[in-house]
């Protein structure tokens, strides 16, 4: 998410924006009760008055206000997530093998890629990122874009902004929905993203929207919900722009020499891929590492119990999407597997 949240514990449908799902990668359901006890200082109505108010002067047409606030109420199954949302303590092989590596999301990911590789080759000319990266990332973040999210993203970036632990930042993204509105890009009712407002296949904040996402398919709109192409090509301008290396890998799995200690290990340093094989480092299968790769640093999962990888450039751009190491590595381990 670029700017974007470290409001999960990178779950599926938890990309560009902050996103709600359960383990089973399935997103919440929008649930709304209004009666709830509410922390903020005015009146939902009033707020919404002030937001209708302050979207006019920043040019947004009243037609385009009064249709993404149709409706529109306090939601409280978005603040229910929101509170709940700190990150949890799922060990890093489950989340791996249960979630986001799992067998079913591999195969689905091989058959997308099939599916679409005219596509992504014409992506990839254009932007120069990996077709394999993008296919992860439309897997992990959307079931390759079967599962987008249900809510009314007005709304729920509304509840956030009046009641929510980071007001400013929400309201911000809700005049940056409202913008989307106005340039015609969806209309109000298809507006729907997951609970906190992360929009379409690529799970984009609207702001991220507004600089990253593309019409790749030159119809005129940049239609991340339902183009594909426009999904897709947001994603690899997304990778583009923050700093991909065209050629370059993530990062592997590796075997640490004798003696090595995952309390100890230093994974700030970056090296020649070299000097880690003077230092004993194999590949995953025991094999040499090569000698002549991109520099590297060590990565440790989060709550794993033992996986060592080395990770390169390409790594810290997949963490710009969603910062968590987890996230990043899962990413990275589909994205060998799906192409």
Known sequence: MIKRRTLLAALPLAGCGASATGPSGTAAAPGQAPAFESVASVPFDRFVEGVKTEARRR????????????????????IELDRRQAEGGMPWEEYRDRIMVSPTRVQNGRRMYAENVDLLRRVEQRYRVSPR???????????????????GVVEALATLAWEGRRASYFRNELFAALKILEEGHIRADRMRGSWAGAMGQPQFMPSNFERLAV?????????????????????????????????????????????????????????????????????????????????????????????????????????????????GLAVGLLSDRVG
């Open 215 to 327: 019409d790749f398919d030159g119809d005129g709109r940049r239609d991340i919900w339902e183009s594909r192409a426009d999904a897709l090509g947001s994603i690899a301008h997304y990778f583009n722009r923050n700093g991909w290396r065209d050629g370059e890998p993530w990062g592997r799995e590796v075997r640490p020499p004798p003696g090595f200690s995952l309390s100890g290990a230093d994974t700030e340093a970056r090296r020649p891929l070299r000097d880690f094989a003077r230092m004993g480092f194999r590949d995953a299968n025991g094999g040499p590492l090569p000698t002549d790769g991109p520099e590297a640093s060590i990565v440790l999962p989060s709550r794993g119990s033992g996986q060592v990888f080395l990770g390169h450039h390409n790594l810290r751009v997949i963490r710009r999407y969603n910062s968590p190491v987890n996230y």
């Open 59 to 78: 040019g947004i047409s009243a037609g385009t206000v009064d249709a993404a606030f149709a409706g529109v109420r306090p939601n409280q199954r978005v």
């Open 133 to 151: 990266v993008i296919v992860a990332i439309w897997g992990v973040e959307t079931n390759f874009g079967g599962n987008t999210g249900g809510f």
